[in-house]
């Protein structure tokens, strides 16, 4: 048994307890019927998130953008996007969720900017031009690119600009070009765009790749003697994770000088002192490094434990083990935001139906990100189970970095239009970010019949994978989904609870029991297709079930043999003989 992450005090930050739910706003809720979410239609929708049971939104980008990077290159910092709304919309949507005791975090994308940002337009005006230095410039080495440096999305980080003959550097796509975040002037700016959200009520932020705030400024090359592309190649034909693990270790050294460079402690500290003056505000980032947690209170109040998202398969061992060694890692008073899938991965439900019956599979994903220790981010689309997208032409690509893939697919790496379709359609990003399914309606009830939306809405909404299927069957996933989150709500030893591993005799029974302030609950998942009977012999208790198949009896007594049917959660109060269970009409945190 290992006592792991937990041990938390009395701290009740909100953000430890929520549960969070991402927004794609340009694929949640069409509002005007013109094919695209928008901020309206989240508005329309958000009684069906205070139905679900969220405690916080996390929107994606919502500001003004030309969109290559769908909103993550951005134009105006302190605007909405016009396919979106207004500001005026914006901050309607914050009145209702804040009447309804939902939070609202944002994105904020501080490493790059927009192409077309006035910043950068004014910055590549000319060498001598106020905000030259706000991006970063350098002059070309021997008449090509300062060094070797790559972009995450491939080809060259530095681009030329013809006019000025100086390369400028983006660690995503050459429209998303590089904010030099050294320059204090930059700096401020940040901040000031940080204080304009607070103050209109925001509770905090998502940073967008803090990791690629800095580079080396030696600019050294790196020494990684195997190409990008080839490297790409490898990891996506890798047949092992070993291979796969290998291709990617490549991939982090070739990128080593452009990421995670130590002056990014400073930034972080910087910002949550800025928000350390607004109370009850969070700082979330997107990376899975403890070292942002800082000393446990002077960084980001949350990063990521990727781990359930990234494996390619959920079994008790491999889950279990990877847990134990995440939360052996993080500083005392750091808590981990944990998901199944965000904008930039496949679906949960698609990624595991390779290694386990698909239904089960998502409700076995779902039961464990709502019961382990750290903050759920349930990702949209999620609790309905929707599926990835098979793309059948390129044309209706969207996401530039799949055209990218789908190109080098063909041109470096010579495969036929179907493999590089196939490679495209596995490793691109737009097949998850797919209109919502609100019902089987033509267009799945997101845009009108008649409207061509943004990205197909996947042909699966007409075959029960839509809101409007699910929302009065206890039994759908939909269902599945909204009992978890609000028992969750009903027991914090769930919400907050420390969290320490049994051992069964089973290894296909993931086991645990999370405590706090004496009180437990039991969670047990049947990660295999066989029928398992498990002895816990969990003395003087009685355990109250909470979640699980129909088959159980209500209660039982805990030194009892518990039967697990094949893929079956298993989530049960632990009640001392002499004290009456907690009322489950009652909520025990307020929203
Ligand atoms: O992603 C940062 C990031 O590290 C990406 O390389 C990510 O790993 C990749 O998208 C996986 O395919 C963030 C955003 O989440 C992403 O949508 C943006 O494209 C990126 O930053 C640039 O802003
Ligand atoms: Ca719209």
């Keep these: 048994m290992i006592a792991a992450a937990g041990e938390r005090g009395s701290d009740r930050s909100w953000w430890r307890e929520a549960v969070f ?11 005007n019927g013109d094919g695209i979410g928008d901020v309206p239609g989240i508005i329309d929708r958000i009684d069906y998130l205070a139905e679900l049971g969220i405690d916080a939104i ?9 969109l290559a990077d769908l909103g993550y290159d951005v134009t105006d910092y302190k605007g909405v996007h016009p396919d979106y709304g207004t500001l005026a919309d914006f901050e309607r949507l914050l009145a209702a969720a804040h009447a309804r005791g939902i939070r609202v975090v944002i994105d904020l994308v501080l490493n790059h900017t927009s192409d077309q940002h006035p910043w950068f337009v004014a910055s590549r005006s000319s060498r001598d031009d106020p905000k030259r230095d706000w991006y970063v410039w350098e002059e070309p080495r021997d008449d090509g690119p300062p060094n070797n440096w790559m972009s995450q999305f491939g080809g060259s980080a530095w681009e030329l600009d013809p006019a000025t003959n100086e390369y400028y550097y983006h660690c995503f796509l050459r429209e998303q070009p590089d904010l030099n975040l050294r320059n204090p002037e930059v700096r401020a700016a940040i901040a000031d765009v940080m204080r304009f959200w607070l103050d209109l009520g ?34 996506v034909l890798a047949a092992t994770d070993e291979e796969r693990a290998e ?15 130590p002056e990014v402690h400073g930034l972080m500290r910087e910002l949550r002192a800025l928000i350390d003056a607004y109370p009850g505000r969070a700082l979330i980032g997107e990376t899975d490094q403890v070292s942002y947690y800082g000393t446990g209170d002077d960084e980001l109040h949350l990063v990521f434990d990727f781990g359930l998202m990234r494996s390619s398969s959920l079994s008790a061992d491999v889950v279990r083990r990877h847990l134990v060694e995440r939360w052996a890692g993080i500083p005392e008073g750091g808590w981990d935001g944990i998901t199944l899938g ?16 698909e239904l089960p599979a998502a409700r076995l994903a779902a039961a464990l990100v709502l019961t382990l220790p750290g903050t759920p981010f349930l990702y949209y689309g999620e609790e309905i189970g929707m599926t990835d997208l098979r793309f ?5 690509f969207r996401d530039n970095w799949g055209r990218w893939l789908y190109r080098a697919a063909a041109d470096e790496l010579g495969l036929s239009a179907a493999e590089a379709l196939d490679l495209a359609d596995r490793h691109g990003r737009d097949k998850a970010r797919t209109p919502m399914q609100w019902s089987d309606a033509p267009n799945g009830g997101f845009s009108p019949p008649d409207v061509a939306t943004w990205l197909p809405v996947n042909p699966d909404h ?3 994978i839509n809101v409007a299927d699910q929302r009065e069957d206890p039994s759908s996933l939909l269902g599945f989904y909204r009992r978890l989150i609000a028992t969750r709500r009903h027991h914090d030893a769930l919400a907050r609870g420390d969290c320490e591993f049994l051992d069964t005799d089973e290894t296909d029974c993931l086991a645990y029991l999370r405590s706090v302030e004496g009180r437990s609950c039991l969670v047990m998942l049947n990660m295999g297709a066989r029928e398992l009977e498990i002895g816990l012999a969990l003395p003087g208790d009685e355990l109250r079930v909470l979640v699980a198949g129909t088959a159980h009896p209500p209660s039982q007594d805990a030194r009892a ?26 909520p025990t945190r307020p929203r």
């Design 561 to 586: 043999v518990v039967r697990l049917g094949a893929y079956e959660p298993y989530v049960a109060e632990l009640v001392p003989a002499d004290r009456p269970p907690r009322g489950s009409d009652r």
């Design 58 to 66: 996390w929107l994606s980008p919502h500001y003004p953008s030309p």
């Design 462 to 464: 007409a075959a029960g």
């Design 202 to 235: 925001v509770d905090g932020f998502r940073l967008d790749a803090p990791d690629a705030a800095f580079e080396d400024p030696t600019l050294a090359d790196h020494d990684e003697p195997v190409s990008l592309s080839e490297l790409r190649r490898r990891w």
């Design 392 to 396: 059948d032409d390129p044309a209706q």
């Design 21 to 31: 739910y991402q927004v794609y706003p340009r694929s949640f809720a069409d509002g």
């Design 342 to 357: 965000n904008h930039d991965e496949p679906r949960v439900r698609s990624r595991l139906r390779a290694t386990m019956e």
């Design 247 to 261: 291709a990617e270790a490549g991939v982090a050294r070739m990128l080593a000088r452009q990421l995670d460079q």
